[in-house]
Every structure is written in C-alpha cells, then in structure tokens.
C-alpha cells in the first residue's frame, strides 16, 4: 500500500529510507567476513549469503557448529539469521528461508526428500510462476517433482523445468564467489634448493624489499608477516612476526625475520619462499620531530625496540608496571603493555616500600612482646638477626571484596635494621587482640 | 731552551694523540654528577659517564638480592630523561621502591630473561637505541671481558648509559675480580644507621639508610670509598650531618691489589 495510506492508517507511524546501495554493500561485507569459514563465499541479495563449504565444516567441528557459530557470530552483530547445510545450493536455500528449524543440516543425498514438504516459493522462481502453480494447485515442491514436465515447460517457461532438476542435484549450479581482498605477498622460487642460513638471509632480504615496495605504493605497514618455507619434499615450515606498531622499514622487518630463522629445518632443501602480509594497516606519514631542545626522547625508537623484544622473548615477558589501588603490597602491582598510554599514576608518597618481594612471604622465627612492639631478633634461614631500629606498624587489612577468607585478616608491618645496617620487612598477621584477624605468625615479606 | 719547547710540544701532541685514540677521550663527554663533591672530584669529568658501562654490586650478604645496588642504579637514572630498559634474571623486583626514588613506573620497561646470556642480548639490544635514558642487566655469573667490551662500544656508539647489576648466592663471589672492560666498577654495603633523633636515641624510628659506597675501580681515576646516605625520593646520594664537618669525609684508599 502506499505510505499515505499506511500514515493514515496508524497515527506516529515511524517512516526509514531504505537504502538498497547501502544495504548492498554490507551484504559485500557480511560475504567477506565469512570469507573465515570457507574460501568461496557470494552475497545472494537481497538478504542471503552463499557459502561453498565444501571440506571446510571439519575445522569448526562438523555442520552443525559450523552453522550455530555462524549465527552466533552474525547475532552478536545484531544480525539475526537462519542457516541451513546441503547437497546443492538449491536445497540449502529452500531450508534455510522455509525450513521448521532456524539452523538446518540436510543429511548427504536426501536433498530432494528435504525439498519435498517446503512450499512451492522455495524453488527461488519469480512470483507469477508462483502465483499460477498455486492457482493450478500446486502448493507444495513434492507435487511438482511428481507431477510430468512438459506442460510446465509449455505453460511457465524452461526456468521451472531448470529449477526442478537442480533441487536433486542432477543439474549442477555453481556460485560466483567474491574476489577475496588481494593481500600483499611475493614469492621467489630458486633453480636450486637452498639450506645455508646466509643463503636463506639473503632470500629474506629480497622478499622484505619487495614487500615494502609494495607497502609503500599502499601507503601501509606491516603488523603481521608470514614467511613460509616451502621444501622438496613438498612439506612447508612457517615463520610469523608482529610489529606493535604498522611498519614498513626494510632493515627491521628484516631482522625481525632474520632473528627466527633458526627455528627452520631446512630438511633436504628449500625451493621457494612466499612472504605474506595477514594483516596491514595504513601508516600515516608522521612529520620528523625538529626541535632546538634536544632533550625529547623518541617515541619511535621503543615500539621498533620493543618489537624486537617481543619477538625474541614473547609478549608476556615484555611489560611495564602500573599501580592498583590495592593496600595489599603483592596486588598492588600490575603488567600492562609496554607501549600503553602513559598514565602517569604513582604509587602512594610516604609508604616505604621494598625493593625486592618474597613471594610468597616466608615464615620466621621471632621474640617480640605484644601488641605492638616489633621483635627484638629474627631468625630466617637459619641466621639470627637482633634489631636495633624499627619503624611500625603499618596495618594492612585485608580485602573483604576479594575474598571471604580476608574478611577481617589485619597484617602488621614493620621495617626494621638488624646491627649489620641491612633493612627488612617484616609482619605479624593479627592484631593480637581479636582472634579473627590472624593466628599471630610473623613473616620476612621484603628487603629494602 | 728551544729543544725543552720542542720536547713539551712532542710530549703535548702525543697526549693528545693517545687521548684521541680511545678512553680517555671520553672524560671530555657528558657526565652526571652525584651532586657530592667528594664523589665527583674523584671520578673523571666530574661525574659519572654517560654513555659506557658502569658495574655495581652489593657488598656484604646483600650481595644475593642486590637491593643497594638496585637503589643507587635506579637514582642515577631517575634524574636521566627518557626510558629506562630494566632486564630482569627473576621477576622479584617490585616496582614501588623504584617510584620511591624518582623512577616514575610510566618510565621503565621490563624484559624477564630468564638466564645471565639472554639479559646480555637484551642489554646490547637496548643499547642500540639511542633515546633511551639508560639500560639495567641484573646479572648473576661471569661477564666476561669480550661481553663487557661489546655492551661498552655500543654504549658508546648510542650514548645510552649501561648499569650491570651483579648478584651472586655465594658472598664475595670471586667471579666479581675478573677484570671486565667497565669503565667504573662500584661496590654498595649496606652499614648501620645511627638513630632517627640524635637528641633522644631511644625513640622508636628509622633514620635515612646508610651505605658505604665503594669506587672500587675506575678508569681514568683511583679507587676511593665513601660513607653516605642512601638515594631520597629525588635519586640523589648524600654525605650525612654528622661526618660531613670531621675530618674524613672521603676516606681515599689506594687499594692496588683490589680486584680489576
């Protein structure tokens, strides 16, 4: 009907454009994306998705959690979907759109017995073909497969002779997959097989040259980098690296690759490389820094080191430190990332704190009067330690959100020097007046 | 007279020569000072140089955890600009008595290595990026003289200050003698501090801590020892009230048999 008519109908109707381009393009999209399931994939406008999942579903972990992942994915998305896996496309487009379950696996060989109680629209015809089968009496696909041929050729055309033979599978129906996007990689293949670690350097350097030209025309940098190592024996070994930051110099990346290369076996020989760019992002041209006063450290050379870091060590290894607003002296420390934004937070001013932590706090041996006073000696390893100054006590209670258990534990801290000058912290857990609160023991946490 | 001109003018060209050659040169570079006069007018150019290795150690049982050596390396550097790249052996260092001395925690990047060779390599590699305020190793074990040469040229090379920590389980580790190519080597001991109030000793409390810090080799100087108060919250050492009006205030003692 037309919108006049709606609007009159129901006062404060709520009216969109539709954008078919748009809509279009984010079908585009949506092919794309599923480019992660299966190497051919095609929107089906106006609102469907092909997918040739052929010898794909076993990574995923068979059809059906092929399908429910594809549908949890899209529904996070705030699309809503129906997925269905066939023989041929037309069965799988006909139980997707009019099948019973949202998420359908047709089993092998029985498209045809699946096709056979869906509605005649499910056969993807045009909808006065639609019209005059019902009006003949044809409401479901089983009919039309009973029924003889030729008066429908006659009466509607060749598409509906076309359409019942394919719902089988008797007459093939390939899809016109999307052109994947083309990712930047070079290849170079050797009259010889290669096995010296210089020969392979140099091959490296090469590959790395032509990368970055190509990067360069882009107006990208690399974050990720995949050199595959294909042998004789036609097996493949594989190196990755990952940059923090895009980066296209051709020395870094080089020597990125350069430093992993002892984890290649060559085997027998290598006869051909492939240098492959997973994942690239735009580099905006950053202006040099020029400045008369010397003294600004350059933030590019730390994310080319800790590139290099990373690499060699692993991300883990690689951190600085932060504070948590924890009283707690083993919480009070967190990793973040190296290059994360500086937070310029501090830990608090006027606590002391020591500069190596035991983990976890080792038990001793103490002589100290009660409540309040810190021990008059210590022994740790078997070494006694007599104090002669301390300073103390610093309560440290326990974290009620945390854990139950910390409730109402309390620790008492002191920072004491024994006669030979040397510092240590120590506690005691409990206050010494509720039991509740720790058992009294104390414990060496730290030296100064 | 004119021969003793020619002579003092050979002489004086062929130090300059020398110095030209290599070490020496350096003692003209940038240098930071300890802000102690008595530290400073020992060591070459007034002040510590930046740009080459520099060994410190802990003295006394302090020598396992290196704490000591920890503070002095992180007050030097507190008053540096820019990144500090600290390569740990064991993570056991905790990062708030650093940001008590001046070293924000915005400002260090930690590396595990997990063993003496690879904090070696992750030293050189650091010290390769010039911009970066100074490069800490802890260290247990041999540094022998080939790896100390390699971390000194690339500190020169990229003017970045190189600490090498070195801790040992065993006290006065002999490996610690070995003649490595740092250019000063100091050794930190931890000595009792007097009480917090001079005037009531009795108060309970502590007092600034107390080191006695030895030069025990420098190139370009003599060995020389000093007692002063540990790094404050702004990363400077300094002589305490009470030794600063006697008469030894830089106790110089010409150790010759001292190890390096």
Known sequence: MPLAQGQALVPGLTVISATPERDAEALEEAAAWCLRYAPLTAPDSPNGLWIDATGCTHLFGGEAATLADIVKRLGRSGITSRAAIADTPGASWATARYGTDPITSVPPAEAAEALRPLPVAALRLDAETITGLRRLGFERVGQLLDAPRAPFALRFGQLVIRRIDQAPGSVSEPIEPIAPPNLVSSRLAFPEPLLTPEALSHVIARLTALVCGELERRGEGARRLDLIFERIDRTEQAICIGTARPNRTLGHLGRLLDEQLERVDPGLGIEAMRLAVPLAEPIGFAQPRVSLIGDENTGADVSVLVDRLVNRLGAPKVYRAAPVESDVPERSVRRVGPLSPLAGARWPKNLPRPARLLRPPQPIETLAMLPDHPPAQFVWRRHRHRIRHADGPERIGGEWWVSDRERSAVRDYWQVEDVDGRRFWLFRSGDSVDPATGDLRWFLHGFF | ?260
């Open chain 2, 1 to 260: 007279m004119e021969q003793g001109h020619g002579t003092a003018a050979k002489l004086a060209a062929l130090r300059a020569s020398i110095a030209r050659i290599g070490q020496l040169a350096k003692a003209a570079g940038s240098v930071i000072s300890f802000g102690v006069p008595a530290i400073d007018g020992c060591l070459p150019g007034g002040g510590l140089a930046l740009g080459a290795l520099h060994e410190v150690t802990s003295g006394g049982p302090d020598i396992e955890h290196g704490v000591a050596a920890m503070m002095l390396s992180a007050g030097i550097l507190a008053r540096l600009p820019g990144q500090v790249l600290w390569a740990l052996e064991r993570p056991d260092l905790f990062a708030p008595a650093l940001d008590g001395v001046g070293l924000q925690a915005d400002r260090v990047i930690y590396a595990e290595a997990g063993n003496a060779a690879t904090v070696l390599l992750i030293m050189e590699e650091g010290l390769r990026h010039a911009g970066l305020a100074g490069v800490v190793g802890e260290l247990s074990g041999n540094l022998s003289l080939t790896a100390s040469r390699r971390l000194q040229l690339a500190a020169e090379q990229s003017g970045v200050t190189c600490l090498v920590l070195r801790r040992s389980r065993r006290h006065d580790d002999a490996l610690f003698s070995e003649p490595t190519a740092a250019a000063t080597r100091w050794r930190v001991t931890a000595v009792p501090a007097p009480a917090m109030l001079t005037h009531a000793p009795e108060t309970p409390g502590l007092a600034r801590p107390r080191w006695r810090l030895d030069l025990v080799r420098c190139r370009g100087g003599e060995p020389a020892s000093w007692i002063v108060e540990a790094t404050d919250e702004t990363g400077h050492l300094c002589v305490p009230a009470d030794l600063a009006d006697g008469p030894a205030t830089a106790l110089s003692q010409r150790r010759r048999a001292v190890g390096g």
